[in-house]
């Protein structure tokens, strides 16, 4: 675990025979991001951990891959708070490819929120109802908080 | 409702004036349109005709007197006010509001309200008193209010949203600068990478999160911010709305 600062971390593992930078905490303007560049190329990111990003936070993020045209760069694991700025801030994921986003479904039954990792493939087809019990109640039937093509808005 | 207008292709038309209440089903986008072009009112609903909102702000324009109205989305007694002084007690006063909306709040919900919040509290602190010679540099310069400068926020919870309102008493927000923020953040993107701060992302964020969003500006005295957030994003409505109080 590489610590930038106590409210954001990275660590590099293994995942599949791929090397993956975890982030973890919360992307603002006391984010130091260069030291990323020390784990090498390609560079991909799983945005599971990341809990918060701001504005000044964005800027940063945004400001940093635009610095590193050269490094092939994914996203995978992309929660909601990440999901929300590639939809608001395009050059976010400037030529970062995403490869996998988390949906937020509520449960019709008890409104309890589930997070539905959907990969690249099923963008497009990101389905209003899911057939899955809740975790909560155990009764089937989840729905997307939002709009299937609005939170995917971000497809290019 | 014989005076509401509604116009959404607003690409040819000239400047319209700011006390006009523009209705239908306006998106985000054709929103910042708008007020680029000057709308000071907008209500986004399939219910041209009759939307209660809508009515709301057209009544108040004509009669001239919206300095104390509430919309139905804005509690008169909000379940929990506070006050804010310093740059370093942000993160403690988000927390305690997430802890008191905890019942109220899926987990996508709670981020939304924090990242208003957190954007709503660093404007006012850094760019709410500049007036008065409050000018940080970078947001990781310490910023502390002397009493009585403040900063006062509001929030309440209901099954069905959050409301929250943020209130600076420098009053330095003015829709020209609301204006600037929209253009830069939905027109001129590459702005703000380049803007190392006050490029108007906080606002463009909550903009784009807030269901209701209302602004009170008073020059000199006092820069309010208030909204809505339903908890479920499926409603298409919206509305915005910017009082110049003199």
Same mark, same amino acid.
């Given at each position: 675990?590489?610590?930038?600062?106590?409210?954001?971390?990275?660590?590099?593992?293994?995942?599949?025979?791929?090397?993956?930078? @975890?982030?973890?905490?919360?992307?603002?303007?006391?984010?130091?991001?260069?030291?990323?560049?020390?784990?090498?190329?390609?560079?991909?990111?799983?945005?599971?951990? $990341?809990?918060?990003?701001?504005?000044?936070?964005?800027?940063?993020?945004?400001?940093?891959?635009?610095?590193?045209?050269?490094?092939?760069?994914?996203?995978?694991?992309?929660?909601?708070?990440? $999901?929300?700025? @590639?939809?608001?801030?395009?050059?976010?994921?400037?030529?970062?490819?995403?490869?996998?986003?988390?949906?937020?479904?509520?449960?019709?039954?008890?409104?309890?929120?589930?997070?539905?990792?959907?990969?690249?493939?099923?963008?497009?087809?990101?389905?209003?109802? @899911?057939?899955?019990?809740?975790?909560?109640?155990?009764?089937?039937? @989840?729905?997307?908080?939002?709009?299937?093509?609005?939170?995917?808005?971000?497809?290019? | 409702? /014989?005076?509401?207008?509604?116009?959404?292709?607003? =690409?040819? #038309?000239?400047?319209?004036?700011?006390?006009?209440?523009?209705?239908?089903?306006?998106?985000?986008?054709?929103?910042?349109?708008?007020?680029?072009?000057?709308?000071? &009112?907008?209500?986004?609903?399939?219910?041209?005709?009759?939307? /209660?909102?809508?009515?709301?702000?057209?009544?108040?324009?004509?009669?001239?007197?919206?300095?104390?109205?509430?919309?139905?989305?804005?509690?008169?007694? /909000?379940?929990?006010?506070?006050?804010?002084?310093?740059?370093?007690?942000?993160?403690?006063?988000? =927390?305690?509001?997430?802890?008191?909306?905890?019942?109220?709040?899926?987990?996508?919900?709670?981020?939304?309200?924090?990242?208003?919040?957190? =954007?709503?509290? +660093?404007?006012?602190?850094? &760019?709410?008193?500049?007036?008065?010679?409050?000018? /940080?540099?970078?947001?990781?310069?310490?910023?502390?209010?002397?009493?009585?400068?403040?900063?006062?926020?509001?929030?309440?919870?209901?099954?069905? *949203?959050?409301?929250?309102?943020?209130?600076?008493?420098?009053?330095?927000?003015?829709?020209?600068?609301? #204006?600037?923020?929209?253009?830069?953040?939905?027109?001129?993107?590459?702005?703000? =990478?380049?803007?190392?701060?006050?490029? *108007?992302?906080?606002?463009?964020?909550?903009?784009?999160?807030?269901?209701?969003?209302?602004?009170?500006?008073?020059? *000199?005295?006092? +820069?309010?911010?208030? *909204?809505?957030?339903?908890?479920?994003?499926?409603?298409?409505?919206?509305?915005?709305?910017?009082?110049?109080?003199?």
């Amino acid at each position: 675990m590489q610590p930038i600062n106590e409210k954001f971390k990275f660590e590099q593992s293994l995942r599949e025979n791929r090397k993956i930078v @975890l982030l973890k905490g919360t992307i603002d303007e006391d984010t130091l991001l260069d030291g990323i560049l020390k784990l090498g190329s390609p560079l991909v990111f799983d945005f599971s951990g $990341v809990t918060a990003i701001n504005s000044c936070g964005v800027r940063s993020w945004v400001n940093f891959i635009k610095s590193i045209p050269h490094i092939p760069i994914a996203y995978e694991h992309c929660p909601v708070v990440v $999901v929300r700025q @590639l939809n608001m801030v395009p050059s976010f994921n400037g030529h970062a490819k995403v490869e996998s986003i988390y949906a937020p479904y509520i449960c019709a039954n008890c409104d309890t929120e589930t997070q539905v990792l959907i990969p690249k493939e099923k963008f497009s087809e990101l389905a209003p109802k @899911l057939p899955l019990k809740c975790q909560s109640c155990q009764k089937e039937g @989840l729905e997307l908080d939002g709009h299937p093509k609005q939170y995917t808005a971000f497809i290019k | 409702m /014989p005076s509401a207008q509604l116009k959404i292709k607003t =690409e040819a #038309q000239s400047f319209p004036p700011a006390q006009k209440v523009f209705i239908g089903p306006i998106t985000r986008i054709e929103s910042a349109r708008l007020i680029l072009q000057g709308a000071q &009112h907008i209500h986004s609903t399939p219910n041209v005709m009759n939307d /209660p909102l809508a009515l709301q702000t057209q009544n108040w324009i004509q009669s001239s007197n919206h300095s104390s109205r509430r919309y139905s989305w804005e509690p008169a007694f /909000p379940q929990f006010a506070s006050t804010l002084r310093s740059s370093h007690r942000r993160k403690a006063a988000i =927390e305690e509001i997430t802890e008191h909306l905890a019942p109220y709040t899926s987990s996508s919900l709670k981020e939304n309200i924090q990242l208003i919040f957190e =954007e709503l509290f +660093t404007n006012a602190l850094y &760019h709410g008193y500049r007036k008065l010679g409050i000018c /940080p540099e970078t947001r990781t310069d310490r910023v502390e209010l002397s009493s009585p400068l403040r900063i006062d926020f509001q929030y309440h919870g209901t099954p069905e *949203g959050i409301y929250f309102s943020v209130t600076d008493h420098g009053g330095a927000l003015t829709f020209s600068d609301f #204006q600037r923020s929209l253009n830069r953040c939905y027109f001129q993107k590459e702005m703000i =990478e380049a803007k190392p701060t006050g490029a *108007g992302l906080g606002l463009y964020f909550i903009f784009e999160t807030a269901t209701h969003l209302k602004i009170r500006s008073k020059a *000199g005295k006092m +820069t309010q911010v208030s *909204g809505w957030v339903s908890k479920r994003h499926l409603s298409p409505d919206f509305s915005f709305n910017f009082f110049s109080l003199g």
